[in-house]
């Protein structure tokens, strides 16, 4: 007796949805009872809506491009795998500095030894410039003026003590960064 019942009920219930799906058939949607939003529109004002979306994305592009190209460069680090346990390592900027080693004197200086950034032998490392075979015959150990200078940049110039068996590091810092000037 339950199992007829159900059977009833279930009848019952499919031919509810077929009038009802008749009727939605028979009652085409026309848009006024749809909400405002939804609505479709093709009024010159909605051409206004997709120019106005249109130039907000360009605006946000060129935003993004313009953060991407005006962002500042990373600080010269030195690169992975170089250990300065020799010689005179330097971390300076711009790219493109060039580190020249001068004897101090009385009398004037003499040029020793000048290594421009970006040297295949540094490992193509931006900012980064190694003075690996020093102190030698030609340079020995003492002290010694470190010019950093780059094209329309003022030249620097720092004092460095050369030590047989330790590297020196002269880090990025604020005497290493090249200012705009002459």
């Known amino acids: 007796m339950p199992l007829r019942r159900f059977e009833e009920v279930a009848e019952s219930l499919d031919e509810e949805e077929k009038k009802s799906a008749k009727k939605l058939e028979a ?3 026309d848009g006024r009872d749809l909400p405002r939003y939804l609505r479709r529109n093709d009024r010159p004002d909605s051409n206004l809506l997709r120019i106005s979306l249109i130039a907000t994305g360009l605006v946000f592009v060129i935003a993004i491009g313009l953060a991407l ?3 500042p460069l990373p600080n010269p680090t030195i690169p992975a795998g170089k250990k300065i346990d020799r010689g005179l390592a330097v971390l300076a900027t711009p ?3 060039t580190a020249t080693l001068y004897t101090p004197g009385a009398e004037g200086s003499r040029r020793v030894i000048s290594r421009k950034d970006g040297d295949p032998r540094d490992g193509e490392a931006d900012g980064f410039v190694w003075f690996n075979n020093i102190p030698s015959r ?3 150990t ?3 003026l470190l010019e950093l200078s780059a094209p329309g940049r003022e030249a620097k110039q720092i004092p ?3 030590q047989a068996g330790r590297g020196i590091i002269e880090g990025y810092n604020t005497r290493t960064a ?3 000037g002459p």
């Open 138 to 140: 030609a340079v020995p």
């Open 95 to 97: 790219r493109g500095f």
């Open 142 to 144: 003492g002290n010694y």
């Open 27 to 29: 009652d085409p949607i």
């Open 178 to 180: 090249l200012v705009e």
């Open 69 to 71: 190209l005006l962002r």
């Open 160 to 162: 460095v003590t050369i």
